[in-house]
């Protein structure tokens, strides 16, 4: 299957900074990106869907003005944490999809593991 | 909105033995059903699916067998192994929205 990468895999941050976290589709365009957010033992959460070159469609209850993202390409997305605090900390999973192709199914990245101190 | 319903949250077997796990979801104009599997720190990764015009989906020990009328769906693994063990979500999706179940915990006992 397609492959998905993300960068970093894992950050540790003081609270108050910003962290990006960057999503990759790296053998087909991207043409949706998903942002997910999880918690130990617990499902996913869709944060925001973007198409490239459009604006972010967030989910109900998710701050865009905090989880500011990015699809700037058919190839890229980033999701960057302002001012992250505690409560920030998560497991972060991006999610693309292949518009032009007639199975659209969906690939999803390794995660990033974010921990605000 | 779409709401999925997973069932059971933890699920223990024998090697060997076959493990199914439920979702039933409510909007019926979802049509296309995945299945992912997760291990520990790393991401989903899509094992089988199934879209609404089919009913039963076989992918060697991996089945998914989809019920309209009811509204649900579920996956089938036989001869489990204990590299089977993991977490696994259902989701289903409508106008390219996936809604995911709970997740179930699967635990292969050697």
């Known amino acids: 299957g397609a492959v998905v990468s993300q960068h970093p895999s894992w950050v540790i941050c003081k609270s108050g900074t910003s962290v990006k976290i960057e999503c990759r589709s790296l053998?087909?365009?991207?043409?949706?990106m998903f942002w997910y957010r999880q918690f130990p033992k617990q499902s996913l959460m869709l944060m925001a869907t973007?198409?490239?070159?459009?604006?972010?469609?967030?989910e109900q209850g998710v701050e865009k003005d905090k989880f500011l993202i990015n699809h700037a390409s058919l190839t890229l997305s980033t999701l960057t944490v302002t001012s992250a605090h505690p409560e920030d900390s998560s497991f972060y999973i991006c999610?693309?999809?292949?518009?032009?192709?007639?199975?659209?199914?969906?690939?999803f990245g390794p995660g990033t593991r974010l921990t605000v101190l | 909105g779409e709401n999925v319903e997973q069932h059971p949250s933890t699920l223990s077997v024998q090697e060997g033995d076959s493990a199914v796990i439920k979702c039933t979801y409510s909007?019926?104009?979802?049509?296309?059903f995945p299945w992912y599997k997760q291990e520990l720190g790393k991401g989903p990764q899509l094992i089988i699916d199934?879209?609404?015009?089919?009913g039963e989906k076989k992918d060697q020990r991996i089945a998914v067998t989809l019920n309209k009328t009811a509204k649900h769906f579920s996956l089938h693994i036989t001869e489990t192994q204990p590299e089977d063990s993991a977490v696994y979500f259902c989701?289903?999706?409508?106008?390219?929205?996936?809604?995911f179940g709970d997740g179930t915990t699967l635990t292969v006992k050697p």
């Open positions: 999610s693309a999809r292949d518009g032009f192709s007639s199975y659209n199914e969906q690939f």
């Open positions: 053998d087909f365009q991207a043409t949706t």
């Open positions: 973007s198409n490239e070159g459009s604006k972010a469609t967030y």
């Open positions: 909007d019926s104009a979802s049509n296309y």
């Open positions: 199934i879209r609404s015009n089919v």
């Open positions: 989701a289903a999706r409508e106008a390219g929205k996936s809604t």
